[in-house]
């Protein structure tokens, strides 16, 4: 006992002065959280396992190793550094040279400020404006929608990326000559690749990214995310989405835009298991199913809309192996589950939003499922479930209250409430945003706006957003219910719902919808067959049904319903 007394002792002695010997061991025992440490340890690990797949612009098919890509990542973090940016904007489809970026701009020690380039040029440039980014990487597609940010803002420079086929030993084009003069940066300085580099956070509550809101109906907001939140929000999805293989590598297509809540996490999370990003510069839905059948694609994410024009897609057709596919954005209807499921594409339901670092619920499958009826199983298989193992449980609370008061609501599957969220995944604020923080977290939770009830068995299932629910001679309808239950017909390819004025009820739905190839329909006939053949209830049968070629939606596949209640006032839909 003497001995390991005196061992302790000297061992002690070596701590630095003012240093205890709890914190000597507490520093051994953890580490800064940061998922840009993912990268290089999958390079360490496997090498030459495959970290991308991509078409590029050239039509060339570039398949790029993990040590390839951990190069790239390493000689554009130099470059940045030598540079001095510390705010970078990218504006960029889906490439490896975004997803490269993403790592790059962390292992600098920068903050990433990713755009949806379907936005407006002037909402682009209010956010790199508001993002106080310092220079911008750029694909060159659409370099244009930054004309109007350059006449502004001339002394901001641009990082060009042409997304054509080049050796990976010798990357061209600008955003290739800035990897090179970051190499070479590296070895005049002798900083010794990775080890110079930030790929674990000096601070790991520090702001990696800023992911702007869409803003349809107001300015973008900065979502705040953290190195630790990232890292977080990145393990949840390796469990809750089924990425750790035991049987092979995770090949993830990237349908998912990488701008939109830094795609929910994912480039960090499948570089976690070593997966293969498969990146997709814009949804083909024949490449898709070319993608699926011939890569044997294992995974990828789509809001419900995706997922619904691929089912009905003429290349559609029943896999021979599983794949897993994370739905989220809006509600899913059980219908859409039950045709996804028929093609061996099976749905993991998933809930969350910005705020969250993407999802933030998981819809878990029971065994007990399996001894219902199906029509019932798909039911329970929309809903939104519960909290992420990386989070705690999500909670539904009571609306009619004073703000800032929290009360659970009854988890009897009736009383309807708003969905709220405490634990590790919730965005740090907003950026430069006091106001807007402290009303997203009013009460100490962090607020969705959507409304949802909570069922006995703790699953919640989402109805609507407060402005949806439409409430017609004092019954509330919700306008995703009625969505889910329109599309049941077999014509029906899509619906939105929202209300119009009506004098007697005060409110009535009017229901938006597309129809499937080859198929004819009118409204009318849609409301006799909501009347006098489905399920729906009188009260909710639609006044109102228009026959539309597309439905309007957001760049990760949500109903805009603010512009059918414009299409409805009678505005120009041509100018939408």
Not at 186 to 210: P, R, V
Not at 471 to 491: C, K, Q, R, Y
Request: charged share 20%.
């Amino acid at each position: 006992m003497s001995g390991v007394k005196a061992r302790l002792s000297s061992l002690l002695a070596h701590i630095t002065p003012g240093q205890t010997s709890a914190s000597f061991v507490h520093n051994f025992n953890r580490h800064t959280l940061s998922p840009t440490f993912f990268l290089p340890r999958a390079a360490s690990i496997e090498p030459d396992a495959e970290a991308i797949y991509h078409v590029t612009t050239d039509n060339q098919k570039l398949r790029r190793t993990y040590q390839e890509t951990a190069a790239h990542v390493c000689g554009l973090a130099y470059y940045l550094k030598k540079k001095g940016f510390r705010r970078v904007g990218i504006l960029a489809p889906n490439t490896p040279a975004f997803l490269e970026s993403i790592f790059a701009i962390a292992a600098a020690g920068a903050v990433n400020v990713a755009v949806n380039y379907r936005l407006k040029k002037d909402d682009i440039a209010y956010i790199f404006e508001h993002g106080d980014v310092d220079m911008i990487i750029v694909d060159k597609e659409f370099e244009p929608l930054l004309d109007s940010y350059r006449a502004k803002h001339p002394t901001i420079p641009f990082l060009v990326d042409y997304d054509q086929y080049s050796e990976a030993s010798s990357p061209s084009g600008p955003f290739g000559a800035a990897i090179q003069e970051g190499w070479n940066y590296d070895k005049e300085t002798n900083q010794n690749g990775w080890e110079g580099l930030e790929s674990q956070a000096a601070d790991e509550d520090s702001i990696i990214a800023l992911a702007y809101t869409s803003g349809t109906t107001a300015r973008p907001k900065g979502v705040e995310y953290t190195h630790r939140g990232c890292y977080l929000a990145a393990l949840g999805n390796v469990v809750e989405s089924g990425l750790s293989f035991h049987n092979g590598r995770a090949k993830y297509l990237w349908t998912l835009p990488m701008f939109h809540a830094m795609g929910w996490t994912f480039p960090w999370s499948v570089t976690a298991v070593r997966g293969t990003h498969y990146c997709l510069r814009k949804i083909d839905y024949p490449e898709i199913w070319r993608l699926l059948k011939e890569e044997q694609i294992t995974h990828f994410n789509a809001a419900p809309t995706v997922n619904t024009l691929l089912c009905n897609s003429p290349e559609a057709e029943k896999l021979s192996h599983s794949v897993r596919v994370t739905v989220a954005a809006s509600p899913p209807t059980p219908h859409l589950f039950e045709q996804m499921t028929n093609l061996n594409l099976h749905p993991v339901h998933v809930y969350g939003m910005t705020e969250t670092y993407g999802p933030i619920t998981k819809g878990y499958h029971l065994p007990q499922w399996n001894q219902i009826p199906l029509k019932e199983k798909y039911q329970k298989m929309a809903r939104q479930g519960h909290g992420f193992i990386t989070s705690l449980p999500v909670r539904v609370i009571k609306t009619e209250v004073p703000e800032g008061t929290i009360i659970d609501v009854q988890k009897n599957g009736q009383e309807i409430g708003e969905i709220v969220f405490v634990g590790n995944i919730c965005a740090r604020g907003y950026y430069k945003d006091p106001v807007s923080t402290a009303k997203l977290f009013a009460g100490g939770v962090l607020h969705s706006g959507d409304l949802a009830v909570w069922h006995p068995d703790g699953a919640i299932q989402i109805l609507d957003r407060a402005k949806d629910i439409i409430i017609s001679g004092g019954e509330n309808i919700s306008s995703v219910a009625l969505e889910s239950m329109l599309v049941t017909h077999p014509d029906i390819l899509e619906a939105g719902v929202v209300s119009v004025p009506d004098s007697h009820w005060g409110e009535r739905p009017k229901a938006f919808i597309t129809v499937k190839a080859g198929k004819k329909l009118e409204g009318k006939d849609v409301i006799d067959w909501a009347r006098n053949v489905s399920d729906i209830s009188k009260f909710m049968i639609p006044r109102e049904v228009e026959v539309v070629a597309e439905l309007p939606k957001t760049s990760t596949g949500k109903i805009r319903k603010n512009v059918l209640r414009e299409w409805v006032k009678g505005s120009d839909r041509r100018n939408n």
